[in-house]
């Protein structure tokens, strides 16, 4: 295509002045792909809305009315008639764990068991349906859907699985239920020590319950087989599927295996990859990036590298979430560091590295204390390399401190917040932290103010991995419980341009990438997203009803309702 233009340019060039036609019509090369009669939502402060936009190659040419962009139309060129439906940006999730996500589309799904019984009924029928030996995995269980809100033991599924170990995730990824075959594969047992960072959780004789926090996870996890190449590859295959299907056209993928990039590379090499990767391994590895001369956003517009993911807690919903004042409803605790924050200066050892190597630096911090302790280590990077452009991340930032807020804004930390989380923690946070905290906590439109760049995203497979789902949440803050159809401290609502905005160049923005992607404009990426209603005029309570009718990617259909996968 870029020869077409090549030519057509050449014959205007060397054509005598005289004769060049000034239509138009004549002297534009033909568009590969026109979207016709849209509502097209540009996310481009210049030109916030059009009608048609014009694609040639993988890339936007042109935006504007439909007459405008009627001249792009030549005979090869495939016209899509919107139908007057919203014409997005794809949407860019920023917080993406790509492997499970695509993992548990095919697990046992037990975050909607609403009781223990029903929770242990699909994990025994799962395992009758499961060769011996095989893992059971997955499963995001959430035992605040019971009555009553009890952490599982192995009890409840031994005799169900005397021959399968389990090992089912809590939905936010901080602890687990092992039963007692997976325990004695791991070699957990009463007289094991609870390791940095972590919890086994026991009973009133010193016996583990089965319930694994956090870096006991990992204890148990280490006896878990990694899966096969081909199974990654179908995971991923199935992730990208399900992306597609809801409008999301880039994700950057926190903390995937190096075996998930050999994947995404493969893909990659055969033209399969058709969702947009960012990936940021664990900081645990910043020497293999350092060592080779990656450097932040480093790669092509399908797969890049360059950050690096860190830890400096856990989660609210596990208790462990690192706060300056202990959980109201657990005094004797108030969260743990990560075993990666043990001591302190291990973490900032391996920040000023990756810094010094030009990677870009993202750290999972929840409670107040991580994610101010975070920030000093932030502020210490930039005295001492000076000022650069390094697009420092807190993934989460869920409960700030009042006095951090300034800071955040002043070293341009990028909060990387997942709306979801807000609408789901909020049937809990209070009881657990208090009014006070409660009310720094997802606290969007403070960071706006501020003036923090806000990127949005789910953590699928932690949320679910719908857009809709997360605008949603972001402009009504309505627990999931139901118990706040006014928003759950409503002053932190988003507008659906702002919740837009933040999933779309917000995210962009914090992976380098704003100039490339994030808005429909011309010379970017042709990622975009056709809806079935206009998001912004409807109520909100109605976002999340909202279907995805055809994703493109690089203007390529890659998606459509109703139609087979591209
Ligand atoms: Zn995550």
Redesign the pocket.
């Known amino acids: 295509m870029q020869n077409t233009i090549a030519r057509r340019v050449l014959a205007l060039l060397l054509a005598p002045v005289a004769v060049v036609p000034l239509n138009l019509a004549q002297s534009t090369p033909a568009a590969d792909l026109v979207i016709t009669n849209a509502k097209v939502w540009t996310a481009d402060p210049t030109h916030p809305t059009a009608e048609a936009v014009a694609v040639l190659g993988d890339r936007i040419v042109a935006v504007g009315s439909n007459s405008e962009i009627g001249a792009w139309r030549g005979p090869h060129t495939k016209v899509i008639q919107a139908e007057g439906k919203l014409l997005l940006p794809g949407f860019n999730d920023a ?1 993406v ?1 790509f492997l499970a996500g695509g993992m548990q589309l095919d697990s046992v799904q037990l975050t909607d068991a609403t009781s223990k019984a029903e929770f242990a009924r699909r994990i025994g029928e799962r395992a009758r349906k499961t060769p011996k030996g095989e893992w059971i995995l997955g499963g995001d269980w959430d035992e605040t859907k019971w009555n009553p809100q009890e952490i599982p033991t192995k009890e409840l599924i031994d005799s169900l699985t005397p021959d399968t170990p389990v090992f089912v995730s809590r939905y936010d ?1 901080h602890m687990v239920l092992a039963n007692s075959l997976a325990l004695r594969l791991a070699g957990i047992t009463a007289r094991t020590p609870d390791p940095p960072g972590g919890v086994i959780v026991r009973d009133a004789q010193g016996n583990p319950t089965g319930a694994l926090k956090d870096a006991a996870m990992d204890m148990a996890a280490k006896a878990i087989p990694p899966p096969s190449h081909d199974e990654r590859r179908r995971a991923i295959e199935r992730a990208m599927r399900h992306a597609l299907s809801l409008g999301v056209t880039s994700v950057q993928n ?1 903390d995937p295996d190096y075996a998930d990039i050999g994947v995404y590379s493969e893909l990659l090499e055969r033209g399969e990859l058709k969702v947009r990767i960012y990936a940021a391994p664990l900081i645990t590895d910043v020497d293999d990036q350092a060592k080779i001369g990656i450097r932040h956003a480093y790669g092509g517009p399908f797969l890049r590298l360059g950050a690096v993911k860190a830890f400096a807690d856990g989660s609210l919903g596990s208790r462990t979430a690192y706060f300056y004042d202990p959980y109201l409803d657990q005094p004797s605790t108030r969260g743990l560091l990560s075993d990666e924050m043990h001591p302190i200066s291990l973490m900032r050892d391996r920040m000023m590295k990756a810094d010094a190597a030009g990677l870009q630096i993202c750290t ?1 911090a929840i409670g107040d204390e991580a994610i101010s302790t975070i920030l000093d280590l932030y502020s210490e990077i930039a005295q001492a390399h000076g000022g650069a452009d390094r697009r420092f991340r807190i ?1 989460h930032a869920q409960h700030m401190a009042a006095k951090d807020f300034d800071r955040f804004a002043q070293l341009h930390v990028i909060a990387s917040v997942q709306p979801y989380h807000a609408i789901d923690d909020g049937r809990f946070a209070e009881a657990r932290i208090g009014h006070d905290r409660a009310s720094r906590t997802y606290a969007f439109h403070t960071f706006r103010d501020h003036g923090v760049r806000l990127a949005f995203g789910t ?1 699928w497979d ?1 949320a679910p991995l719908d857009p809709m789902q997360t605008i949603y949440a972001a402009v009504t803050r309505s627990t999931l419980d139901g118990k706040n159809p006014h928003g759950w401290f409503p002053e932190q609502k988003l507008t659906v341009e702002e919740a837009v905005e933040a999933y779309t160049m917000g995210s962009a923005y914090a992976e380098f990438q704003e100039n490339e992607k994030g808005s429909i404009a011309p010379g970017k990426l042709a990622d975009m997203v056709l809806v079935s209603q206009d998001i912004f005029r409807i109520t909100p309570e109605s976002i999340r009803a909202t279907k995805v009718l055809e994703t493109f990617v690089g203007g390529k259909l890659v998606w459509e309702s109703g139609g087979e996968n591209k």
């Open positions: 917080h764990h990824g926190m999972h993934e953590d932690v």
